[in-house]
């Protein structure tokens, strides 16, 4: 299928691994230019072939520093993926989690993406651009995660669905991709956080990887790749879905089993 996104110009946030860097690849492999965002550049979102720009969003500046620096090495923007998200906390229990964390979740997940569409706007208004925002099967399914990041996400969700009505009569496409769980460093990281919980639990990485996909009933029995989310990324940014607004995909195995 031919997407016909050559010449067009995109913004991805959280651009430097996982999810985001999949989307920045993907899409300059449809012959995009994409200018990718991150706190850190790694190297390899520099081999990319994005224009790679170190931006910290939960600021004003920084926003102001990626958006500024696409309509100046771009000279507009047509599409938008609001990637950046996540969260340190892992608090699971209502009552044990602090007002910090949830300060935190929320700047990370939801204003990030206010404060860069809200930049963003003028520009994909006049190109009739479109918008995927990433979300979480948290949002659908919130028992079980820590309540922060599951709210978070669901504002994440509610915004897409906002803007896609408000801004729908101007031009622009607004949908949420929602993934379930992803094989990124997150959950490969020997030194990160599920690496701990592995060890406090008695099991190696690769165990406790097995036992998260079973815990969570996948029922295609594995993690999703970051390339199937970015390929899906592309298929909702396209004029291929152009009739395709305020909708929500979920891309989890299976794991959601609601209708």
Do not use: C
Not at 66 to 89: F, K, P, Q, S, T
């Amino acid at each position: 299928m031919n997407l016909n996104l050559t010449g067009k110009t995109a913004v991805v946030t959280g651009a430097s691994k996982g999810i985001g860097l999949a989307a920045v690849r993907t899409l300059v492999g449809e012959g995009v230019r994409v200018m990718g965002a991150a706190r850190t550049v790694t190297p390899e979102l520099k081999e990319a072939g994005a224009h790679a720009v170190p931006a910290d969003l939960s600021t004003a500046e920084g926003v102001s520093a990626l958006v500024d620096g696409a309509l100046a090495e771009m000279g507009g923007i047509d599409l938008l993926v609001n990637n950046v998200g996540g969260g340190d906390g892992a608090t699971v229990g209502f009552l044990d989690v602090a007002e910090s964390e949830w300060t935190s979740a929320f700047d990370m997940n939801v204003l990030s993406t206010v404060r860069v569409t809200r930049a963003a706007l003028p520009s994909l208004i006049e190109r009739r651009g479109a918008v995927v925002n990433i979300s979480s099967i948290m949002s659908l399914m919130p028992g079980g995660f820590p309540p922060a990041i599951s709210s978070a996400k669901a504002a994440v969700t509610a915004i897409g669905k906002a803007l896609s009505e408000e801004f729908g009569p101007r031009g622009v496409r607004v949908n949420t991709v929602s993934p379930g769980l992803v094989n990124t460093t997150v959950y490969s990281d020997p030194d990160g956080a599920v690496a701990q919980w592995a060890a406090a639990s008695g099991m190696t990485l690769a165990e406790f990887r097995r036992q998260m996909v079973t815990g969570q009933n996948v029922t295609t029995g594995r993690m999703t790749e970051p390339e199937e989310v970015a390929a899906l990324i592309a298929f909702l940014l396209s004029d291929v879905a152009g009739n395709i607004t305020g909708a929500e995909y979920v891309i989890d195995g299976g794991t959601v089993k609601t209708v």
